[in-house]
Structures are given as C-alpha cells and as structure tokens.
C-alpha cells in the first residue's frame, strides 16, 4: 500500500495544509504515542523543532495529542535533527519527534520520528500509524488521571556542543583556523557556532539571525553563494553550509569551491580507512553518488554500496551489513561511531580534523578525485504514473544502451513532491546532456 502521509524523510507537506494541519499533526501524536505505550509506567517524549513559524503550530498540536495518550512531553525548542535523536536516547525517552522540512522553504513543514534507540522508524510503524491516523481512536485516550505533562528542557544547546565536541580526537584544536559557518537561519543557529570557537577556531558566522521566515532563503547547504562570498571576503580556510535542520553539510573550501556530499565521504573513508577505523572494506552511499566516488574508493581497496535515496536506507543498510560510514551526495553524512543519522556539525568536524591533522589547505584535502559528468533534471507531472508509459519506458532503455559501461541513468520519482527526477553521469558529458533531456521530453509528453 503506497503511503498517504510519510515520504523518504518523515512526513513533509505545506504548513496548514494537508498532510501539515495541526488535526493531522495531533492525531500523528496520539498514535505514535499509542504504539510507544509499552506498559504501565509514565512515558517520555522529546520534541525539538528548527526556526520555521509554522513550528508554534505544530508543536503544541503534537503535544495535546502525545499528552492524551499519557506520555509526558520534553520540549527542546530549536535543536537540529541529530540532537534530538541523541537527545532521545540521552534522556532515555521512548520517542523523538523534529518538527522541520530540512533544506524546504519556511512555508514547508515536516515531522520526523525516532525510536527509542535513536533511529528513524520502520516502514512497517510508519503504516501503522498511517492507519491509527485514519481511524478513530477515542476509545485509546487515557483517563484524566494519566495525561501527560510537558516540560521544558533548558539544558538543550549545552548537551548538544559537549556532544559535538567529544567527536574530535583528544586535545586537537581548531586554533589557527578561521571558519565561516552558514547556518541557514535554522536549528543549529546557536549551537554549531559556539561548538566550533569553543575548540578553538575563529568564527565567522551567517544564517545566524531567524525570524521564522528567512530559513534556508538564500543562505544554508542548498544556496551557498553567500558562503562562497564571505569565504573570499575575510580569507577564510573553510565554509560550512548547514540546512535547516542541520542534518546535512556542504563544504566550500578557501579558494570558494563547493565541496559536495561525495567528496566527504572519499575524506572521512581514507583517514578512517587508514586509521583503522572502519568496520567493513567499504562505505554505503546512494545512486545518486558520482561515479567518479566508486572509482576512487575502489583505487584505495574499499567498496561503494548504494542504496535508494534517503538517509534512512542508508542507516539501514549501515546496520544490517555492520557499516560504520554512510552518506549522500546532498550532504547527509552518517558517522555511526557517534550518531545514529546525518550530523553536519559531526561530520564537518571530521572534515576539520583531517585538515588540521594534514597541515593541508582544504582545497587539496577535500578533492579525492574528479566527479565524472553528473546531470539531474526534475520534470514535474499533474497526475498518473508516467514512469509506467511504453514511451517514457523506452526512451530509458535507449539510454542505458548509449552509456553502456561508461556511465550510469537513475530514473525516480520524488518522494516529497510530484517529480521525476532524471540522472545520468558518464565520461561523455554531451552524451549525458543528450540521454537525460530525452527522457526528460518524453516524461513531459505524458504529463501534458
């Protein structure tokens, strides 16, 4: 059964629109905390949020449905994503809630759901609240006598930078560097600025000022030409971009090139790889990494596996195969030694260790290889499954015989909106510009 609700990352739609109204969101509470009442004792719950107005909205629907089913609420205000998961497991709660949209625009809002372990939820108890959520139950609501009570937690932001701080290895210090950190205006506005000057590097700081309005808006991991421009400006050795929620990282280095997703990845698996530090011969990324990575890690004896895009899959398979590294291109890094999904402080904190422990610029550090050709469109659709029709089906086969064994195509539908997302790389890019906008014109002539 396809999912009504819940996408790649949790649940993500319009604030005050379907799936994002407080009804849905209060009814999300009350069967997440339904399936997380695992007995006759009081329940815990944390709830963090980024900087999105939406959020006031949303947080206390959450609540009064949490609440209703007996479970006392934590609120941990403007957190990034991977405090709450580690908050969760921290505080020993039996469910973390984010209320965010990550990279979105403010009027976008989503919820993201942990475990009391730390990790997303399953497929299998996300439909089960799809199916709470669709149904009645009133006759789960506790007695007055068991409602839950909330609190808020002032601790939040001081947990969160000793945390961060304990990844770097034992008295490394960041003196000497002058780092421009881009917080988008999200959740991380407070915490990654003070973490990255409490270990001692000059900070220069933007997308530091929210107003409920201004997250991700021409600032963060998706929009780095301001990042790129105050790098120049003040000299720096590095910039780090966040996103809104901060799950996610994007590297510029001191001469204003982007340091993508990919690229990390090949930095933290050398030095990991040889420090022996990783826990299998190999790392776990998506298809949508370069195939440039795959060659690289393959010249140094370590292996790509690729999963379906979203940071979970990648987890997934990171737990199941005993992976302690992960990521995407995107940014989302998955260092399971300290979190249990992506951190951009975490992992541009690894970033920084390696360049310190090199003596090197980060432009020589943070470019393993040369990316092949990479080419990804999104063709937006109305209706239907164009995916499913002769022509669209036969204009891909077509290009999988024209790249052949010099490139790879990924064909997906979105998982947040209604777009197909074309991708092809090879060592031909005019072959690559020319498969994807094929396909690309038949998935518009069925959309039509």
């Known amino acids: ?58 947080e206390p629907a959450l609540t009064a449905g949490l609440t209703a089913m007996g479970m006392d609420v934590f609120l941990l205000g403007p957190v990034p994503t991977p405090g709450v998961a580690m908050l969760t497991r921290s505080l020993r709660a039996d469910l973390g809630v984010m209320i965010s949209a990550s990279h979105n625009p403010f009027e976008d809002n989503g919820i993201k759901l942990f475990g009391p372990d730390g990790y997303k939820l399953s497929d299998a108890i996300e439909a089960e609240i ?140 050398q030095s990991w790889s040889k420090n022996n530090r990783l826990t299998a011969p190999g790392i776990v990324a998506t298809v949508m990494s370069n195939l440039g990575l795959e060659r690289f890690l393959n010249s140094i004896d370590l292996s790509l596996v690729r999963t379906k895009v979203g940071d979970r899959h990648v987890v997934e398979h990171m737990r199941k195969h005993n992976y302690n590294v992960g ?53 937006r659709y109305t209706g239907g499954a164009p995916l499913k029709a002769d022509t669209v089906k036969k204009a891909i086969e077509a290009g999988e015989k024209k790249l052949a064994n010099s490139g790879r195509l990924v064909i997906r539908a979105s998982g947040t909106e209604p777009l197909i997302r074309v991708m092809a790389e090879g060592d031909d890019g005019d072959l690559v510009a020319q498969v994807v906008d094929d396909i690309c014109d038949e998935v518009r002539k069925v959309s039509a």
């Open 130 to 269: 799809e199916r709470l959520v669709e149904s009645d139950m009133s006759s789960q609501l506790v007695t007055p006598k068991r409602l839950g009570r909330t609190k808020r937690i002032d601790s939040v932001y001081d947990r969160y930078i000793e945390f961060a701080k304990r990844t770097m290895p034992r008295a490394l210090s960041l003196e000497g560097l002058r780092v421009v950190i881009d917080c988008a205006n999200g959740a991380a506005y407070r915490v990654a600025p003070d973490a990255l000057w409490e270990l001692g590097a000059e900070v220069i700081k933007i997308g530091v000022e929210p107003d409920g309005y201004n997250i991700n808006e021409n600032c963060g991991s998706t929009s780095v030409g301001a990042l790129v421009a105050k790098v120049k400006e003040v000299r720096a050795d590095i910039g780090i971009a966040l996103d809104g929620d901060a799950d996610r990282v994007i590297i510029v280095d001191e001469k204003g090139n982007i340091v993508d997703g990919d690229q990390l990845l090949a930095v933290v698996a």
């Open 1 to 58: 059964m396809m999912a009504k609700y819940f996408g790649t990352d949790g649940i993500r739609g319009r604030a005050n629109s379907f799936p994002m109204t407080p009804e849905i969101a209060m009814k999300v509470g009350m069967a997440t905390g339904k399936i997380f009442r695992r007995g006759d004792f009081r329940h815990r719950v944390v709830i963090g949020k980024d900087t999105r107005l939406s959020g006031y909205m949303l």
């Open 327 to 379: 990521g995407e291109q995107s940014g989302h890094i998955v260092l399971s030694d300290y979190c249990t999904t992506g951190d951009g402080l975490i992992a541009a904190l690894q970033i920084l260790a390696v360049v310190k422990k090199l003596d090197k610029p980060v432009s020589e550090v943070c470019r393993c290889f040369e990316p092949v050709p990479q080419l990804l469109k999104n063709v």
